[in-house]
């Protein structure tokens, strides 16, 4: 078949044609000039879907080799650098190559302190210092052919699926019981609050495993850093922990802050029956057991307030009655309710009580706006009475006089 000149295409099809030389990725160009697939055209298939291979990063790049060769030893000979399979110092050495090099990164806008966090992380130290080969390095959290940007929903770090991720190591007994750790974190988080989030609801905001203990530089929190862990997420009710009694003990190292009260992994959600179920487990009999059960009937009452008061606000509606000024009043008496929660961890008797009087207050200008109102619509329909009286009056003497015209023959 005879080839159409240059000139004898249509437009588009030049246009096309000279773009596709300019925008080509390096990927198809790298792979026939890659003589590595020729014999692992398994691990290609997994590769080509990799962020490396779509930016021209290729077996070399990690493995050492030269892959222009198809002749075995040529290919894999000493000079080539060629590693084979990587151990895991090596995998560390070979990814911090390119991902702590301010120079390489700039372009991708990536962060280039991945390396320097893992050096300071209980996983590497304990590769790097004390050679164990049993803990994660790269390849475990992220893959090795098969590597995904972080927004993809398949790959390994994807928010959703990080706390599986982890669980490969720490939900291993055999390999946990090494470390003397337990096994069934993944399970315990599941049920926590934050799982529920994360799994029920889809909610990638919640926390994962990396939001508490970081990624990079895996650590537990220590005592006196709790806070700093969970105080990224709940700004606020930091803000007034540190106003309690409670900061100058975790300062010294003797309470343990957000975990005494709400627990760590299995962190359930949040009720006034903590007042109960937790101050005791320090506090025996004693003035603190009493200033707990005062703030919990405070949070009682309020909740109660607002209840009965969304609901005669809500019953008001339905009857007929405006109620666009209680329904503000409402939204004010929300938001002094929502404030109650964080303002709790100061465990100030005074400041609740004054927040709990405005909440009253609007509560009660609701109630008696309701009622004035429901009265004025009772007087006003009484007051139509009479003039119902007055029109069926006049309907019957109507009609008594039509019937009398209509007699007369008129």
Same mark, same amino acid.
């Given at each position: 078949?005879?080839?159409?000149?240059?000139?004898?295409?249509?437009?588009?099809?030049?246009?096309?044609?000279?773009?596709?030389?300019?925008?080509?990725?390096?990927?198809?160009?790298?792979?026939?000039?890659?003589?590595?697939?020729?014999?692992?055209?398994?691990?290609?298939?997994?590769?080509?879907?990799?962020?490396?291979?779509?930016?021209?990063?290729?077996?070399?790049?990690?493995?050492?080799?030269?892959?222009?060769?198809?002749?075995?030893?040529?290919?894999?000979?000493?000079?080539?650098?060629?590693?084979?399979?990587?151990?895991?110092?090596?995998?560390?050495?070979?990814?911090?190559?390119?991902?702590?090099?301010?120079?390489?990164?700039?372009?991708?806008?990536?962060?280039?302190?991945?390396?320097?966090?893992?050096?300071?992380?209980?996983?590497?130290?304990?590769?790097?210092?004390?050679?164990?080969?049993?803990?994660?390095?790269?390849?475990?959290?992220?893959?090795?052919?098969?590597?995904?940007?972080?927004?993809?929903?398949?790959?390994?770090?994807?928010?959703?699926?990080?706390?599986?991720?982890?669980?490969?190591?720490?939900?291993?007994?055999?390999?946990?019981?090494?470390?003397?750790?337990?096994?069934?974190?993944?399970?315990?988080?599941?049920? =926590? %609050? !934050?799982?529920?989030?994360?799994? $029920?609801? #889809?909610?990638?905001?919640?926390?994962? *495993?990396?939001?508490? @203990? &970081?990624?990079?530089?895996?650590?537990?929190?220590?005592?006196?850093?709790?806070?700093?862990?969970?105080?990224?997420?709940?700004?606020?009710?930091?803000?007034?922990?540190?106003? =309690? %009694? !409670?900061?100058?003990?975790?300062? $010294?190292? #003797?309470?343990?802050?957000?975990?005494? *009260?709400?627990?760590? @992994? &299995?962190?359930?959600?949040?009720?006034?029956?903590?007042?109960?179920?937790?101050?005791?487990?320090?506090?025996?009999?004693?003035?603190?057991?009493?200033?707990?059960?005062?703030?919990?009937?405070?949070?009682?009452?309020?909740?109660?307030?607002?209840?009965?008061?969304?609901?005669?606000?809500?019953?008001?509606?339905?009857?007929?009655?405006?109620?666009?000024?209680?329904?503000?009043?409402?939204?004010?008496?929300?938001?002094?309710?929502?404030?109650?929660?964080?303002?709790?961890?100061?465990?100030?008797?005074?400041?609740?009580?004054?927040?709990?009087?405005?909440?009253?207050?609007?509560?009660?200008?609701?109630?008696?706006?309701?009622?004035?109102?429901?009265?004025?619509?009772?007087?006003?329909?009484?007051?139509?009475?009479?003039?119902?009286?007055?029109?069926?009056?006049?309907?019957?003497?109507?009609?008594?006089?039509?019937?009398?015209?209509?007699?007369?023959?008129?």
């Amino acid at each position: 078949m005879t080839r159409l000149p240059l000139n004898r295409l249509s437009f588009a099809a030049k246009i096309i044609f000279l773009t596709s030389f300019i925008f080509l990725p390096n990927l198809g160009w790298a792979a026939e000039e890659n003589q590595c697939i020729q014999c692992h055209s398994d691990l290609w298939e997994e590769m080509k879907m990799s962020v490396h291979s779509q930016n021209g990063i290729m077996c070399q790049d990690c493995h050492g080799g030269d892959p222009t060769k198809l002749d075995f030893d040529l290919a894999k000979a000493p000079e080539t650098g060629f590693i084979g399979v990587p151990n895991k110092k090596q995998i560390v050495d070979k990814c911090g190559g390119c991902h702590a090099s301010v120079e390489t990164m700039n372009f991708y806008g990536i962060r280039t302190d991945q390396l320097a966090r893992y050096q300071t992380s209980v996983h590497g130290k304990k590769l790097l210092i004390e050679g164990d080969n049993r803990v994660a390095a790269c390849t475990d959290c992220h893959g090795s052919h098969k590597i995904l940007p972080i927004s993809d929903p398949n790959s390994q770090v994807y928010p959703l699926n990080v706390p599986k991720t982890c669980n490969q190591c720490h939900g291993d007994q055999a390999l946990m019981d090494q470390y003397q750790l337990p096994s069934d974190i993944f399970k315990i988080y599941q049920n =926590s %609050v !934050h799982g529920k989030a994360l799994f $029920e609801k #889809k909610d990638l905001s919640a926390a994962t *495993c990396a939001s508490c @203990h &970081g990624s990079h530089g895996a650590m537990p929190p220590g005592v006196k850093h709790i806070s700093e862990a969970c105080g990224k997420c709940h700004i606020n009710e930091k803000k007034f922990f540190l106003e =309690s %009694v !409670h900061a100058p003990l975790a300062q $010294e190292g #003797k309470f343990s802050e957000c975990i005494s *009260c709400h627990g760590n @992994h &299995g962190v359930k959600h949040a009720t006034k029956t903590l007042y109960f179920e937790t101050c005791g487990n320090c506090h025996k009999e004693s003035a603190a057991v009493a200033l707990g059960e005062k703030l919990y009937q405070l949070l009682n009452a309020s909740e109660n307030d607002m209840r009965e008061a969304s609901a005669l606000v809500k019953r008001s509606a339905i009857e007929g009655i405006f109620v666009e000024e209680e329904m503000g009043a409402l939204e004010e008496t929300k938001t002094n309710e929502i404030a109650m929660a964080p303002l709790q961890h100061t465990l100030s008797l005074k400041r609740i009580t004054e927040l709990y009087g405005k909440l009253t207050e609007s509560v009660n200008y609701i109630k008696t706006s309701v009622k004035g109102k429901r009265q004025a619509l009772k007087w006003r329909k009484l007051a139509l009475i009479p003039v119902w009286v007055f029109v069926i009056f006049m309907a019957i003497a109507l009609w008594t006089k039509y019937k009398r015209l209509k007699e007369k023959g008129h």
